[in-house]
């Protein structure tokens, strides 16, 4: 939802169709997310299993980050880098822009 409301053109209005139209687009040229590549990571947090409702072999995942690109012309080779998970030292939403002068 963040990522594409921050990556989205310009609504024609703040209609709620023609927002989400705008956050489709955005979709649509999205690499899909996988964990076969060297983009994503997947774990685990410690002390997991150690809960008494969760299977001692459980191998579910608690943690991603991933790196998403979105295949347009204002957002091409600018990678938007996503994480989050449970059992986490903080509960927060960030969002950081980090601009570079070529």
Do not use: H
Not at 4 to 32: F, Q
Not at 49 to 63: A, G, H, K, L, V
Request: proline share 4%; with cysteine; net charge positive.
């Amino acid at each position: 939802q963040i990522l594409t409301l921050i990556a989205m053109e310009r609504p024609i209005s703040l209609n709620g169709d023609d927002i989400r139209d705008e956050k489709v687009k955005i979709l649509k040229c999205m690499t899909p997310m996988s964990t076969d590549n060297k983009l994503s990571i997947v774990g685990q947090y410690k002390g997991y299993r150690d809960d008494p409702t969760t299977n001692n072999n459980s191998n579910q995942i608690t943690f991603a980050q991933t790196i998403f690109k979105i295949n347009n012309y204002r957002w091409n080779g600018v990678p938007f880098i996503c994480k989050c998970g449970k059992g986490l030292d903080a509960k927060n939403t960030e969002v950081r822009i980090q601009f570079k002068n070529d």
